[in-house]
């Protein structure tokens, strides 16, 4: 069972669970039209029942927060080109691949920023 959120959609839910949204609209009886156009039927009801093959929250928490870290990562790897104004991206990438790198503050004892 998933319990609706305010401002949840099927697709959604779907898409957060690795489940197909057809077969979401199945399995609850509602109309396929709840995947687009009219997605308010979703709030009828106060909870949905996913099918088996879908995968578990901790799993996509995971991969929430790996997208999370590479959005950062990919941030500040353009603000860094942006104020260097360099031109390759790739040695911006390795800049801030090596300020990541946990083995350095293993290494020195302290993160060296500079």
């Excluded at 305010?6 to 396929?32: K, M, S, V």
């Excluded at 990919?74 to 860094?80: N, W």
Aim: aromatic share 8%; charged share 25%.
């Amino acid at each position: 069972r998933y319990y609706i959120n305010h401002g949840d959609t099927l697709q959604g839910i779907a898409l957060r669970y690795g489940a197909n949204g057809r077969e979401l609209c199945r399995l609850n009886n509602l109309p396929p039209s709840t995947l687009s156009t009219t997605p308010h039927l979703l709030h009828t009801r106060t909870f949905i029942v996913l099918p088996s093959s879908a995968k578990s929250l901790s799993i996509t928490r995971d991969a929430d927060t790996d997208a999370g870290a590479r959005r950062v990562r990919e941030k500040a790897e353009k603000r860094l080109q942006m104020l260097t104004k360099e031109v390759d991206w790739r040695v911006t990438k390795a800049y801030v691949a090596l300020a990541d790198d946990p083995d350095e503050e293993a290494v020195y004892g302290v993160k060296f920023i500079g």
